[in-house]
């Protein structure tokens, strides 16, 4: 249909519609808002699971509410007294009242927009910067690098913006990175994450020993050189898909996007492992459960020999539990990454994970066997509280 | 990560200009005068906005209160009140998209309604347009009114929307596609359409 008739019947609708409520509705909507400003800010909101100090969860909206009173800090170790509002450059430390300690590498420029009882709020305008904010506490911490926010409570990690791109590694606790639409990315102990001008966007998720890269394969052979019909070379110089650019510009849902309009099903059969990997997760990214399950399962059944195969079962779970909701196939994964690598680096958290998902199913007596199996292996684990309260009850 | 305790100064950065800054600056001090501002300026925009691309919806005040929430808790994000229009204007469109996909499982009918003075033939194409609009996912459906009810260039929708232009062209293929599929079973739009193609 011409463009020229579908714009007709647009403004025909607009004209019938009109551009808004009548006076009177506008004039409540200016009270309600008026009300809504003068109302004192909180921070919040959290949501967390008790077990573990890294479990957290952040609500998008924060509206600071209730009787926050002021965080003092001091800058540098003369312990000059900091001010919010204020940018401080270079190498420095900030030491908070609440035992809270941010430092900032060289060349780094970096603002305190807000301190109180209820948070901490930092604006960086480029460099890295290292925090660690106490456990227990109640103050949530975030930092704002450009169109990103990363919150977090009692843990350790860095931040690091160059203006066009994010870096996120973090050393303790969970983070949870947020994007400009909103959504968001849980990054878990050892986790890196980078988003942003560079293409490869680097696997958060395997803690605490960094992923080992597999090394390139020519494409025409086949990952390990078995299991593949041999294809083409690229030639050089091949445009990059679109999907591919925009994942790795960290705009996961317009990538999974272009996927399917290249067609999905065709780009899981014929992608290289690299990229089929990078599809996955750009599914996952993207919330696309369905899409990044079957991308997953694609990579385990075309390259099973790889050390990914097994990470594509932990992440299968983190889907079928996080995005899905069916606690009872995550499950079903988690013990599929257990049995494949008993020991690899995500067997903890993988056998903590399936804690979870048997307490979220209902399944009393395999959480059990499971709290069981996680304290006799991992008797300081991060999931110890949750392991105990399970066998405790 | 190494750091020098003892080389942290302390700078000033320059104020940057206009009055949306006031207004900015007003809003992160608590000062009521500026979420009246706020709302003046930018109230008709994102009332307009919501308005069309849900469709007179029952919901809408709520909907536009929960973008002066939004607002309000991202006040640390801005950091160009010159482009405070266009921020805003990104998250309208983003709560409306959150509204949409929160909507997927209770699919219904907007009471679509028309300004006095309408005929009844305006009103029903109204609705029929609304209708077939319900078909579209949440980002089909908002690239497809802002081109064609807001009359936005496809450029203007892949700013709006922030996503390439080659994602706007599409999501508005497909909302083509959709539309024109409600549009064969639908007499006010078939009506509509014949009557556009006569007078072009």
């Not at chain 1, 200016?30 to 109302?39: I, Y």
């Not at chain 1, 878990?188 to 560079?198: D, P, V, W």
């Not at chain 2, 300026?41 to 007179?56: A, D, E, Q, S």
């Not at chain 2, 996909?101 to 209770?106: F, I, V």
């Amino acid at each position: 249909m011409k463009d020229e008739i579908l714009l007709a019947i647009g403004e025909r609708v607009a004209g019938s519609v009109g551009t808004g409520p009548d006076e009177e509705r506008m004039a409540a909507q200016k009270r309600a808002v008026e009300a809504l400003s003068t109302r004192r800010p909180r921070w919040g909101m959290w949501a967390g699971v008790a077990a573990a100090a890294a479990v957290i969860l952040l609500v998008l909206s924060v509206v600071l509410v209730g009787r926050e009173r002021p965080m003092e800090f001091w800058v540098g170790s003369g312990l000059v007294p900091g001010a919010v509002g204020q940018w401080v450059e270079g190498e420095a430390t900030l030491r908070f009242a609440d035992g809270g300690r941010v430092e900032l590498e060289e060349q780094t420029l970096v603002r305190v927009s807000e301190a109180s009882t209820q948070g901490v709020l930092l604006a960086l305008d480029h460099g890295k910067v290292g925090l660690s904010v106490p456990e227990g506490g109640k103050a949530v911490w975030s930092v704002a690098a450009g169109q990103y926010v990363v919150t977090v409570t009692g843990t350790q990690f860095t931040v690091s913006w160059d203006g066009r791109s994010l870096e996120v590694e973090v050393e303790r606790g969970e983070v949870l990175v947020q994007g400009p639409g909103g959504e968001g990315t849980v990054l878990e102990q050892g986790g890196y994450l980078h988003l942003g001008a560079r293409p490869e966007v680097q696997e958060p998720v395997e803690a605490p020993v960094v992923e080992e890269i597999e090394a390139p394969v020519d494409e025409a052979v086949g990952q390990d050189g078995d299991h593949e019909r041999p294809r083409a070379p690229k030639p050089a110089g091949a445009p990059v898909p679109e999907w591919k650019q925009l994942a790795g510009e960290g705009k996961f849902e317009e990538a999974v996007e272009a996927a399917q309009a290249e067609g999905f099903e065709k780009l899981l059969e014929s992608l290289g492992p690299s990229d089929l990997w990078e599809l996955a997760d750009a599914s996952r990214y993207a919330k696309e459960g369905q899409k990044a399950l079957l991308a997953y399962a694609a990579y385990r059944k075309r390259f099973p020999d790889t050390k990914r195969a097994s990470t594509a079962a932990f992440l299968m779970g983190r889907v079928e539990m996080e995005t899905m909701g069916r606690p009872d196939r995550a499950a079903g994964w988690f013990e599929t990454y257990l049995e494949e690598n008993p020991h690899g680096p995500l067997a903890e958290e993988a056998l903590g994970r399936l804690i979870k998902a048997h307490i979220k199913a209902g399944n009393d007596a395999e959480a059990g066997k499971a709290a069981q199996s996680y304290l006799s292996s991992y008797p300081e684990g991060i999931f110890k509280e949750l392991a105990g309260s399970v066998l405790a009850r | 990560m190494s750091a020098d305790p003892d080389r942290g100064k302390v700078v000033d950065l320059p104020v940057r200009g206009p009055a949306d800054e006031e207004i900015v600056r007003g809003l992160r001090a608590g000062d009521p005068r500026a979420s009246s501002a706020l709302f003046d300026r930018y109230g008709p925009m994102i009332n307009r906005l919501v308005w069309r691309l849900l469709g007179m919806d029952s919901e809408h005040d709520d909907v536009v209160h929960q973008v002066f929430v939004s607002i309000f808790s991202s006040l640390h994000r801005i950091d160009n009140a010159a482009a405070l229009r266009s921020w805003i204007g990104g998250l309208t469109i983003n709560t409306v998209r959150k509204e949409l996909r929160n909507r997927k499982y209770r699919r219904r009918l907007s009471p679509v309604g028309v300004v006095e003075g309408r005929s009844e033939g305006d009103e029903e194409l109204a609705r029929s347009f609304y209708r077939a609009v319900e078909a579209m996912g949440p980002d089909e459906r908002i690239a497809f009114v802002l081109r064609y009810v807001e009359g936005r260039s496809l450029a203007e929708v892949a700013a709006s929307v922030d996503c390439s232009l080659a994602t706007a062209k599409r999501r508005i293929a497909r909302a083509k596609e959709i539309f024109v599929e409600q549009a064969r079973s639908d007499a006010a739009l078939s009506s509509a359409i014949e009557d556009m193609k006569d007078e072009g």
